[in-house]
């Protein structure tokens, strides 16, 4: 007599209506957490409580479940934001469907690259057109020399999936308050006449090209490969880069780059490590030569724009692929973060005595997530886009949070 396995009798019984649902869930948590190429589908089943043979009826193989996840949380955001014009109703309705979506952004960002091209095209028009449906709502009755509505709307976009990335520091309970609160902030921002500081742009602000090989090259070697690298990183993904990719770039061997990094990852570390330790000299400067709080977070953000435009492809590495590091790597980058954050929420205190620490915290996390979110929009990096950025970054860390 054949004996069946334990998981499929116990499937066969007590088999849940929404498993299908449960997968999923389940799946889209560990791609966000560790990464689509560092999950296998029995972590999926495990995690489940299910055999794999159960988890093979409902999805044939794991890019499935990756296309499904983005399917579902894209499809929650074109439900929210279908048929409404008026902004702040699209506002409320994407923060209501931010917590059971907010993987999206950590998702794209560095796992789309295991989509074929076909289905990447969709889902980026998919995205775009939320995006753009909410601009829509934001540029209605808007005055012409607001901030622009599409700049507006993905920073919205960012805020509501920057929970993805990093939890916010405050109490479940507050934490669709505070965010309500930063997404109103950025839909008023954009709907009062601009007042942009002068950010006349210099060389070192304009953005890194997309092509890692256009202009030139620095003559030492092991520069040419750790830029070229980093912004490979962020517009293939970082698994899906190779020394060989890199070397070509450059003009070298792809064993060659061992000649100055031991591995791939020694080449994120590196870069991670750059992009940390030139925000800390920045801030450094800025509290040098300030007199009070107000006027160190206004430069802060000017900074901080700046740096984000020019450096986008670091932001875009630091958000998406640090899961590749080694724990002793990541959890060095996780308090230089928490540190650097600390700074800027005791002067928001320092400003805003009525805040809580963690409320003062969430909106500079929120006021980061602006910046960090439009400078990895392609098609608004350019001339002014820190200026907009920095506005609607600074509405954010004075947004009035209700009781």
Not at 49 to 71: C, M, T, V, W
Not at 344 to 368: F, I, K
Not at 382 to 396: I, R, S, T, Y
């Given at each position: 007599m054949?004996?069946?396995?334990?998981?499929?009798?116990v499937?066969?019984?007590?088999?849940?209506?929404?498993?299908?649902?449960?997968?999923?869930?389940?799946?889209?948590?560990?791609?966000?957490?560790?990464?689509?190429?560092?999950?296998?589908?029995s972590?999926?089943?495990?995690g489940?409580?299910?055999?794999?043979s159960?988890?093979?009826?409902h999805?044939?193989?794991?890019?499935?479940?990756?296309?499904?996840?983005?399917?579902?949380?894209?499809?929650?955001?074109?439900?929210?934001?279908?048929?409404?014009?008026?902004?702040?109703e699209?506002?409320?309705n994407?923060?209501?469907?931010?917590?059971?979506?907010?993987?999206?952004?950590?998702?794209?960002?560095?796992?789309?690259?295991?989509?074929?091209?076909v289905?990447?095209s969709?889902l980026?028009?998919?995205?775009?057109?939320?995006?753009?449906?909410?601009?829509?709502?934001?540029?209605?009755?808007?005055?012409?020399?607001?901030v622009?509505?599409?700049?507006?709307?993905?920073?919205?976009?960012a805020?509501?999936?920057?929970?993805?990335?990093r939890?916010?520091?405050?109490?479940?309970?507050?934490?669709?308050?505070?965010?309500?609160a930063?997404v109103?902030a950025?839909?008023e921002?954009?709907r009062?006449p601009?007042?942009?500081?002068?950010?006349?742009?210099?060389v070192?602000?304009?953005?890194?090209?997309?092509?890692?090989?256009?202009?030139?090259?620095p003559v030492?070697?092991?520069?040419?490969?750790?830029?070229?690298a980093?912004?490979m990183?962020?517009?293939?993904g970082?698994?899906?880069?190779?020394?060989?990719?890199?070397g070509?770039?450059v003009?070298?061997?792809?064993?060659?780059?061992y000649?100055?990094?031991?591995?791939k990852?020694?080449l994120?570390?590196?870069?991670?490590?750059?992009?940390?330790?030139a925000?800390?000299?920045?801030l450094g400067?800025?509290?040098?030569?300030?007199?009070?709080?107000?006027?160190?977070?206004?430069?802060l953000?000017?900074c901080?724009?700046?740096?984000?435009q020019a450096?986008?492809?670091?932001?875009?590495?630091?958000?998406?692929?640090s899961?590749?590091?080694?724990?002793?790597?990541l959890?060095?980058?996780?308090r230089?973060?928490?540190?650097?954050v600390?700074?800027?929420?005791?002067?928001?205190?320092?400003?805003?005595?009525?805040?809580?620490?963690?409320?003062?915290?969430?909106?500079?996390?929120?006021?980061?997530?602006?910046?960090n979110?439009?400078v990895?929009?392609?098609?608004?990096r350019?001339?002014?886009l820190?200026?907009?950025?920095?506005?609607?970054?600074?509405?954010?860390l004075n947004?009035p949070?209700?009781?």
């Amino acid at each position: 007599m054949t004996t069946l396995p334990a998981d499929a009798v116990v499937d066969r019984r007590t088999r849940p209506k929404d498993r299908k649902q449960r997968i999923l869930i389940k799946a889209a948590e560990l791609f966000r957490a560790s990464g689509y190429a560092a999950v296998a589908m029995s972590d999926i089943a495990a995690g489940v409580g299910i055999g794999p043979s159960a988890l093979y009826r409902h999805y044939r193989n794991k890019q499935e479940l990756l296309l499904a996840a983005f399917d579902q949380a894209l499809s929650r955001y074109e439900e929210a934001v279908r048929g409404v014009d008026d902004p702040f109703e699209v506002a409320r309705n994407v923060v209501g469907i931010a917590a059971q979506s907010q993987t999206l952004d950590a998702l794209w960002s560095r796992d789309k690259g295991h989509v074929g091209p076909v289905a990447r095209s969709d889902l980026r028009v998919r995205i775009v057109e939320v995006s753009e449906t909410i601009a829509a709502a934001i540029a209605k009755d808007a005055p012409p020399d607001a901030v622009p509505a599409d700049a507006a709307a993905w920073s919205i976009l960012a805020m509501v999936n920057w929970p993805g990335h990093r939890p916010l520091p405050v109490p479940p309970g507050d934490r669709d308050r505070v965010l309500s609160a930063a997404v109103r902030a950025a839909v008023e921002c954009a709907r009062r006449p601009d007042s942009s500081p002068d950010m006349a742009p210099r060389v070192t602000d304009l953005p890194v090209p997309m092509d890692p090989g256009a202009g030139l090259l620095p003559v030492a070697r092991r520069e040419a490969v750790l830029n070229a690298a980093i912004t490979m990183f962020a517009v293939h993904g970082y698994s899906n880069v190779s020394l060989d990719d890199i070397g070509d770039v450059v003009g070298i061997a792809g064993p060659s780059v061992y000649n100055h990094f031991s591995s791939k990852r020694e080449l994120l570390a590196c870069g991670l490590d750059r992009a940390v330790a030139a925000m800390w000299l920045e801030l450094g400067q800025v509290l040098s030569r300030s007199v009070d709080a107000a006027q160190a977070l206004d430069d802060l953000l000017a900074c901080y724009a700046r740096f984000a435009q020019a450096h986008w492809d670091l932001i875009a590495v630091s958000l998406s692929h640090s899961v590749a590091l080694d724990d002793e790597a990541l959890l060095a980058l996780a308090r230089a973060y928490q540190d650097y954050v600390g700074e800027w929420r005791r002067l928001v205190q320092a400003c805003r005595p009525e805040l809580r620490s963690d409320e003062a915290h969430a909106l500079v996390e929120l006021a980061l997530a602006v910046i960090n979110g439009v400078v990895r929009v392609d098609n608004l990096r350019g001339p002014v886009l820190p200026g907009h950025a920095q506005l609607l970054a600074k509405a954010v860390l004075n947004a009035p949070l209700a009781v």
